[in-house]
């Protein structure tokens, strides 16, 4: 079974623009969770999605929003970047976040460089 | 963001020496999960814990799940150079929040 597939791996953007990052689950699996990894605030989360809603939402300004497609596959914009937006971004699948006995596997990251 | 209060943040060890991990919580959880993380990669599920007092082994790993449901252990035994990497440990509650709340990981460097 194919894993957690993210892309692009890595992405360089100037402030003030905006960028779409897709993120495929784990066939099967209908939650997608999104975060945002930095060396100073560590894994924060952004947004769950679950059958195209959104399910839980992170302390994130509203210039971070996502989506989820009936296929499960989820992308994440963010608008109006800004330096502070660098960071690897992880997305993350699971059958039912937060379930019993649910577990919770993560992609290889997009990396987002901000100049 | 909330965050889990993981210890110690980093280590040194030698080659072959026994390695202890934990992670602490003011909330109670009913998932505690260990990552694994190397450069430049997403985080590598270890070990998934569903019951308070469990004890989960993987290979050289072993997990257990605090009876408080606030805390959560990992040990790694006889280390070795490729264990090198940030483990991270994850909660989650029946609270229907729909989200994990990482620690802030333990970075480990092994010594051959």
């Known amino acids: 079974k194919a894993g957690v597939t993210q892309t692009p791996r890595y992405l360089i953007k100037t402030r003030g623009q905006q960028v779409t990052l897709s993120c495929s689950p784990i066939?099967?699996?209908?939650?997608v969770s999104w975060y945002q990894q930095t060396p100073g605030q560590g894994l924060q989360f952004l947004f769950e999605y679950f059958s195209e809603t959104q399910r839980n939402k992170g302390n994130f300004p509203g210039r971070f929003s996502g989506r989820q497609f009936s296929n499960s596959r989820s992308e994440m914009n963010v608008s109006t970047l800004e330096l502070g937006d660098s960071a690897l971004y992880l997305c993350?699948?699971?059958?039912?976040?937060?379930?019993?006995?649910?577990?919770?596997?993560f992609g290889p990251g997009t990396r987002l460089t901000v100049l | 963001g909330q965050q889990l209060n993981q210890s110690p943040q980093s280590m040194f060890i030698q080659e072959g020496e026994d390695v202890s991990m934990n992670c602490t919580s003011s909330?109670?959880?009913?998932?505690w999960l260990w990552y694994k993380q190397e450069p430049g990669e997403g985080p590598v599920l270890l070990i998934a814990?569903?019951?308070?007092?469990e004890l989960t082994s993987n290979g050289r790993l072993t997990a257990q799940f605090g009876i408080t449901r606030k805390d959560s252990f990992l040990n790694i035994s006889a280390s070795i150079p490729s264990d090198v990497g940030i483990y991270f440990c994850a909660g989650s509650s029946l609270a229907g929040t729909y989200k994990y709340i990482f620690g802030t990981g333990t970075r480990l460097k092994v010594l051959a």
């Open positions: 993350a699948s699971s059958i039912l976040a937060g379930g019993l006995e649910d577990t919770q596997y």
């Open positions: 909330s109670i959880f009913n998932t």
């Open positions: 066939s099967g699996h209908r939650s």
């Open positions: 814990l569903y019951k308070a007092g």
